[in-house]
């Protein structure tokens, strides 16, 4: 059971390395080009992301939103950030796809959002001696 975190740990480096090997191989130093530029976007959306935090807060409890999906946009953009400042192919796809990926949490309807706490409706009073 130890052995797996260990194989999942080196293995990604590894498999890293042997994509852009292979592609470097296949496209030459255009391989380099994308990695130097990933890198500053990925920098570029971690400080996006750090930065940014407090106001979309803010905001969801200004407008009365969930403060969740605030949290988990902004920890999306940051762990893309990191991944794209991870040198190498593969990690820029998976930042890709956590970036491109829609997420919204979904928003409870009707009196948890209007801040309205009465609930319309019809009822009917059943006797329990009538059920018997």
């Given at each position: 059971m130890r052995v797996l975190p260990l194989l999942?740990?080196?293995?990604?480096p590894a498999l890293e390395l042997f994509?852009?090997?292979?592609l470097a191989q296949e496209i030459g130093w255009w391989l380099g080009v994308w990695l130097v530029l990933s890198a500053v976007v990925g920098a570029a959306l971690v400080r996006e992301a750090s930065s940014?935090?407090?106001g979309k807060l803010a905001d969801?409890?200004?407008?009365?939103?969930?403060?969740f999906s605030?949290?988990?946009d902004t920890g999306r953009t940051l762990i893309a950030g990191l991944l794209l400042i991870f040198p190498g192919v593969l990690s820029d796809i998976v930042a890709?796809?956590?970036l491109l990926i829609p997420f919204r949490v979904p928003v409870a309807s009707g009196a948890?959002?209007?801040g309205n706490t009465v609930i319309e409706g019809e009822f009917r009073r059943i006797d329990r001696h009538r059920i018997r």
């Open positions: 999942i740990l080196l293995g990604f994509i852009m090997v292979r940014g935090l407090p969801a409890l200004r407008n009365g939103d969930s403060i605030g949290v988990m890709i796809c956590l948890a959002v209007s």
